[in-house]
């Protein structure tokens, strides 16, 4: 399809800091894993035309069946991750279709982000390149040398990045050819095109599109996607 938007989302992570026996992409909230909630999201916006799922090779063949059952029918390709979440970012770029134009690149367990959310940082990228979200802090940031404080940052000049983070396809591809050339690499994707000196749009984010990182995060996120159902 010629000038589409092909999402990545990124869901081959081990979970270490999440504990317990199940990835944290497959935990299950009412009977759905994470996963479905993110992937609902993007099924339901228009301005993606397909996406590319980057899991574990081991958790491909039992997906397959799921998306079936959950109707995504947006989602073209499973890829599987590598080692590091570089390798599977690379792996996801590595599959694009021939008329992919721009990349919204999300990470798998942010199942709270908005359909306007992803549109709105489509949109940015289509007309500067490249856009990511983000929200200004809400505690006092400091920045620290030897367990001592070095200075305080001015909160309204910082950002805590989300995602999705949006490009246009070449630019995206440029960054992560130049990161593996220089084995210099960064787990937000942005930071790969700053070092290509491109300006990078901030979009709004919204304060409920977290990252599940610990338990804790899961209570957080049931409690909102109850409120989402009910609203």
Known sequence: MKNSTTALIVAAGQSKRFGGTVSKQFYEIDGRPIIYYTLQKFQMCSMIDSIILILPESAIEEMQTSLKVWRMDKVGQIVAGGAERHHSVQNGLAALGEGVEWVAIHDGVRPLV????????????????????????????????????????????????????????????????????????????????????????VVPGDYRNIKVTTPDDVIVVHAYLHEEASS
């Not at 856009?131 to 001592?148: C, F, M, Q, S, Y």
């Not at 130049?178 to 749009?201: C, I, M, W």
């Open 114 to 201: 908005t359909v306007a959310q992803i549109a709105a940082a489509i949109q940015a990228a289509q007309r500067h390149g490249a856009a990511i979200l983000g929200v200004t802090p809400r505690d006092t940031i400091k920045e620290i040398n030897h367990e001592r404080v070095g200075a305080t940052l001015q909160r309204q000049r910082l950002i805590q990045v989300q995602t999705p983070q949006a490009f246009s396809r070449d630019i995206i591809v440029r960054a992560y050819r130049q990161a593996f050339k220089s084995n210099h690499f960064s787990t937000d994707d942005a930071a790969l095109v700053e070092r290509l000196g491109v300006p990078v749009a």
